[in-house]
Each structure stands twice: as structure tokens, then as C-alpha cells.
């Protein structure tokens, strides 16, 4: 168990609906990460938050937004869904900024556009 | 062309055997190279890293970066079933915490 909570784990919608995943770092880490892992492409970097502020950008379509609160908990929105956003969403989260060494990843939230 | 490209797999292994993982990549910028692996219906999780090129040994896990070639690698010996996973290459440039993954490689490894 990494320490790092994801939810819902699975979530099923319909295409035009909006959708909001939920993450909890492990506790202390001040950086989130959002990442899409789907079966053409693989895992593919969406956006990072550093304690609130967004610090790197990814593959992230306009229909798709993030933050990251006071708790530093983040949340991932999802907008106008089509059925290729069908996919495993991860959240990872590191200590601080440099998080290349130590980036933990959650459990993953499947979610399936029908 | 994607930036990193790795064979999905499956690789199928009996127990005990040498395993070798291997990404390749088109980015020379590329100086930080990670293997993760992956359990179903799991998070990925890091196994190893290596800075630029060089070889890094970790029990039965070693990591070999060749940058002239663009080509990076991970050796499993000894496989155990409990190796059955996908492995995930990964790399980065300088200051930028974003990873380039490539898609995977699906391990199997039987008694």
C-alpha cells in the first residue's frame, strides 16, 4: 500500500457527463501528479500540482481540469466525456517538487464512458 | 513515433529464468531512466533508476542504460511467479519532474 487513496475505484457514465476523481497524497507529500494509462497509449502525464500551485503540464485535454486544495488533496475533472476517455486514471504524489525518485502511485480509478 | 517504444508482451518465463526488458527511445535529452512495475488492477510502483548511462544492480534486479544506442534494459534473474506483472520503462529529462512511459511488458512467469 503505497498511502496514496484514489476514489471512487471504478466509475461508469455516459458520454456527455462530467466526472470528478477524487486523490490523497500520502501524508506530508506536497506534490500530486495525475496520470491516464489506457491501453493504446499507456501511461501518459496529465498535470502536476506542487501545495496548491500547478507546476507542470502534461497531455491534458481542455475538457479536463485538476487542483489541488489547502488539505492538498486533489481533485481531477473530467468534462463532456466521449468513449475514448475510458481509461485508468492514477494519481502519484512525492515529497516535493522533484518527485522523479519518488513518485507513489494510487490504486487507480477505472473509468468506463459508455 | 512515440518518444519511448517497449514490446507489450507477453513474456512468458519458466521459473528461475533470466528475464530481460528492454525500451528504446528517440529523445536524447532523456537523463533519468526508471523501471516500474505494475500488479493488475494495481498502481505502478518504482523499482528501480538510473542517472544518464551505467549499469545499477538491486538483488536480483539490474538495470543497464546504453545512450549511445538509445536503449535501456532490465535484467531479472532467478524469475519468480511473484514477478508475474507488467513492467514499464520510464525516463525523464533535467528539471522536469514529467515522465515519459512507455506502454509496457506484460511478464509471465509459470512454476
Known amino acids: 500500500d503505497s498511502g496514496v487513496t484514489q476514489t471512487p475505484k471504478h466509475l461508469i457514465t455516459a458520454t456527455g457527463q462530467r466526472v470528478t476523481l477524487r486523490c490523497s497524497p500520502r501524508?506530508?507529500?506536497?506534490?500530486v501528479y495525475w496520470y491516464q494509462q489506457s491501453l493504446d497509449q499507456g501511461l501518459q502525464f496529465l498535470i502536476q500540482?506542487?501545495?496548491?500551485?500547478?507546476?507542470a503540464k502534461g497531455n491534458i485535454l481542455e475538457r479536463f481540469s485538476a487542483q489541488q486544495f489547502p488539505d492538498l488533496h486533489s481533485e481531477l475533472n473530467l468534462s463532456s466525456l466521449e468513449l475514448g476517455d475510458s481509461a485508468l486514471y492514477f494519481c502519484?504524489?512525492?515529497?516535493?517538487?522533484?518527485?522523479?525518485?519518488?513518485?507513489?502511485f494510487g490504486p487507480g480509478t477505472r473509468l468506463t464512458v459508455t | 513515433q512515440k518518444e519511448v517504444e517497449q514490446d507489450p508482451g507477453p513474456l512468458s518465463v519458466p521459473e528461475g529464468a533470466i528475464v530481460s526488458l528492454n525500451c528504446t527511445y528517440s529523445?536524447?535529452?532523456?537523463?533519468?531512466f526508471m523501471w516500474y512495475r505494475q500488479y493488475s488492477r494495481k498502481g505502478p510502483e518504482l523499482l528501480m533508476y538510473?542517472?544518464?548511462?551505467g549499469n545499477k544492480e538491486d538483488g536480483r534486479f539490474t538495470a543497464q542504460v546504453d545512450k549511445s544506442s538509445k536503449y535501456i534494459s532490465l535484467f531479472i534473474r532467478d524469475s519468480q511467479p511473484s514477478d508475474s506483472a507488467t513492467y514499464l520503462c520510464?525516463?525523464?529529462?533535467?528539471?522536469?519532474?514529467?515522465?515519459?512511459f512507455g506502454t509496457g511488458t506484460r511478464l509471465q512467469v509459470f512454476p
Open positions: 502519484a504524489s512525492s515529497p516535493n517538487g522533484g518527485g522523479l525518485y519518488e513518485q507513489y
Open positions: 538510473t542517472y544518464s548511462s
Open positions: 529523445n536524447s535529452a532523456f537523463q533519468y
Open positions: 520510464a525516463m525523464s529529462g533535467e528539471n522536469t519532474d514529467k515522465l515519459i
Open positions: 501524508s506530508g507529500d506536497l506534490s
Open positions: 500540482y506542487y501545495n496548491g500551485e500547478e507546476r
